[in-house]
């Protein structure tokens, strides 16, 4: 596995003797299984000198055999073994373990008791600069499913009209995610009239009225886990001539956003760029996350484009670019599309109308 090759060096070079690696998208970025997140241990091993295994309670090794093929070594457990002591015993005492960043504290504690003299670090430092650059087939997967996600919003007059609830549009939103190609619903924003300042709004039972503006920020998970995430602001009627002023700023904000993506600009300039546009207009305060976060086999990823951030872009990184703004009592709008840095640009993977639409 060549995917393999890379991290066993990439650890390598970062001081780490071994990296475990506990189900979730590392996981699944590294070998494709997509393993239950049980009790039970399940762990990719990957030594920086000597062969990959990976690690299966018994009554899994059927699903990890179907997932994985005969690519790597499969290390059974049964309900009395210790897998922890298991791994301890092939591994000796390594100087430093790199432990996946979500893996749960009791398997890392569990970890720390089984190799004493091992020092844990974060697997992620090695794994997120592997993972933040796609490769042309991850890019298609991503491709796939901003268009899958983009069909969402185009049916939503079915669904958003004056008379109904947050919750009444969610549901339907949630059953055309799962309908136009996602395995998993991941999110379902529907936020109505002064709901549309909060940009985490939780649905709720608000009855939605004429003339209010909505911001529905929607994604899913595909079957090949690459996730999708766009937001659109729709407005039920003809809007309020002051939503439409500030509409019209966010929208020259986040298309100077997308249209700056090269490679070489740093994410704090690209954060900048938009922040600027909604500064000069007078909305500066109201506009209170950052520009956007990479995306590919989790919603939330490196790169972070965050003021404060050096980073340079590199073809090959995909993230969101999502502006806002949030007047608190009245009303809120945010345009999202996820893009990918090309080597002359940047594409955008949602190519709905970025105008506000009037339903
Ligand atoms: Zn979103
Ligand atoms: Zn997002």
């Not at 059953?175 to 985490?200: C, K, M, R, Y």
Request: with cysteine; aromatic share 6%.
């Amino acid at each position: 596995m060549e995917l393999l090759d890379r991290a066993r060096q990439a650890a390598a070079d970062a001081g780490f003797d071994v990296l475990l690696v506990s189900p979730g998208p590392d996981l699944r970025y590294l070998t494709g299984y997509q393993a239950l997140p049980l009790e039970r241990l399940t762990c990719l091993v990957l030594p920086a000198r000597g062969e990959a295994f990976m690690v299966v309670p018994l009554l899994e090794e059927p699903a990890a055999q179907a997932a994985l093929g005969g690519g790597l070594e499969l290390v059974t457990w049964g309900e009395t073994d210790d897998p922890y002591a298991k791994i301890a015993a092939r591994l000796g005492s390594p100087a430093l373990a790199g432990l996946d960043n979500h893996m749960h504290a009791e398997k890392v504690l569990r970890f720390r008791a089984a190799l004493p003299g091992t020092e844990q670090g974060l697997a992620g430092d090695v794994l997120r600069e592997l993972r933040m650059r796609k490769t042309p087939a991850e890019v298609a997967s991503l491709r796939a499913a901003g268009a899958a996600i983009d069909r969402v919003h185009r049916r939503m007059a079915e669904w958003l009209r004056p008379g109904r609830t947050e919750h009444d549009v969610a549901r339907d939103i949630a059953d055309a995610i799962l309908a136009e190609g996602h395995a998993t619903v991941d999110f379902v924003i529907v936020a109505s009239g002064p709901n549309g300042a909060s940009p985490h709004h939780e649905v709720s039972g608000r009855v939605i009225e004429a003339g209010e503006p909505v911001v529905v920020d929607i994604g899913g998970t595909m079957p090949d886990g690459y996730c999708s995430d766009s937001t659109r602001t729709y407005s039920l009627g003809e809007p309020h001539s002051d939503f439409v002023d500030l509409y019209t700023v966010l929208l020259r904000a986040q298309v100077a956003q997308t249209e700056t993506v090269r490679p070489g600009i740093t994410a704090q300039e690209l954060d900048g760029v938009g922040r600027g546009v909604i500064a000069a207009a007078g909305y500066g305060e109201y506009f209170v996350h950052r520009t956007g976060h990479g995306i590919g086999l989790s919603t939330h990823e490196e790169p972070y484009i965050v003021a404060g951030s050096p980073l340079p872009l590199e073809a090959g990184m995909a993230f969101s670019i999502e502006p806002g703004i949030y007047i608190p009592g009245r009303f809120g709008a945010r345009i999202e599309d996820i893009c990918v840095c090309t080597p002359d640009g940047g594409e955008r993977l949602n190519l709905t109308s970025r105008e506000l639409v009037v339903l």
